[in-house]
């Protein structure tokens, strides 16, 4: 009986270990983004080879897009993803939940806005029941945005929650001009590209509640390969200080780079890079202001009380 237990627990011990995240490999590297501008740099740090640059050996780096920042944090809680890019809403959310991560670095701030093809919808006020409203997911930084939206036109953070539908950004924009649904909250270059239909409109919200400027992606690594691969994770953070160079001193050559990303004409891109609302910085601006919001309504369990809470020593910022 006593042999019979000690090889139970021996199997059982193996078991376990199968099941851990195992420890980060030296020499790979598995980062995730999603769609859109907003995630230039990692385009940029992808095509230039800066990480393997910084990081001065050899890495194996595996790239995957994901449709929302909820697939990303499924990824990171598995142990599956070591750098994720997201909304600063799901980046939120995840850390005060206790996914095991933290933010390394801003990425952008983008242009965002509610499209429609009802032509009497020009307010919030205006969007019925009946509509729907595409945006990326429940918890998005879309929805967080809405949300700050709707709290100032319509003094309920919530009024328009239950007109969401999930959807990425380049299945809803199919929706909205094809009129499967009534709205979209997007961002760069989806409302690049809506703006040529004649059929489309923007709602003028977003804007008031999350200025130009303020921190719309984040690049969150996990706590794994910054406790334990150190080398690894200061090399991700320089390559992203120089892709974030590069953008902003180096439009022309970024636009040729991004733009069979987003099949368009370098100089399509290049319009689209030098929108006053399109920036590229490492530094975060709003972040605590969103976390604020998001506990006062509900998105989650309570805020932080300082940015170290949420982000790595490295970063600076509010």
């Not at 290049?270 to 998105?299: E, I, R």
Request: hydrophobic share 45%; with cysteine.
């Amino acid at each position: 009986m006593k042999k019979r237990l000690i090889m139970l627990l021996t199997l059982i011990l193996a078991l376990s270990l199968c099941v851990a995240p195992c420890a980060l490999a030296a020499d790979s590297l598995n980062i995730a983004y999603q769609y859109g501008m907003s995630y230039a740099p990692l385009l940029i740090m992808k095509e230039q080879g800066l990480i393997e640059k910084h990081y001065g050996q050899e890495v194996e780096i595996n790239w995957q897009v994901l449709n929302s920042g909820a697939a990303i944090n499924e990824g990171m809680t598995a142990g599956s993803i070591d750098i994720g890019a997201m909304g600063v809403g799901p980046a939120v959310t995840g850390v005060m939940v206790g996914i095991p991560y933290k933010i390394f670095s801003a990425l952008s701030s983008q242009p965002h806005g509610i499209m429609t093809n009802v032509e009497t919808v020009t307010a919030l006020k205006d969007i019925t029941p009946d509509m729907q409203i595409a945006m990326v997911n429940i918890g998005s930084i879309q929805h967080i945005l809405l949300a700050m939206a709707c709290e100032k036109e319509l003094g309920d953070a919530h009024a328009l929650d239950q007109n969401i539908l999930a959807m990425s950004h380049p299945d809803g924009m199919t929706a909205l001009v094809s009129g499967a649904v009534e709205c979209q909250l997007t961002t760069s270059p989806y409302l690049f590209r809506e703006a040529e239909f004649d059929n489309l409109h923007k709602i003028s919200s977003i804007e008031d509640v999350w200025p130009n400027g303020n921190t719309f992606i984040v690049g969150m690594a996990s706590n794994r390969l910054h406790d334990e691969n150190p080398d690894l994770y200061n090399a991700v953070v320089e390559a992203m200080k120089e892709a974030t160079l590069f953008l902003t001193e180096n439009r022309k050559a970024a636009a040729e780079l991004l733009c069979e990303n987003e099949n368009v004409t370098a100089e399509t891109m290049l319009t689209w890079l030098s929108d006053p609302a399109c920036g590229y910085d490492v530094q975060l601006k709003g972040v605590m202001t969103m976390a604020t919001f998001m506990a006062d309504n509900g998105f989650i369990p309570k805020g932080p009380s300082e940015l170290s809470e949420l982000a790595y020593d490295n970063v600076t910022g509010d």
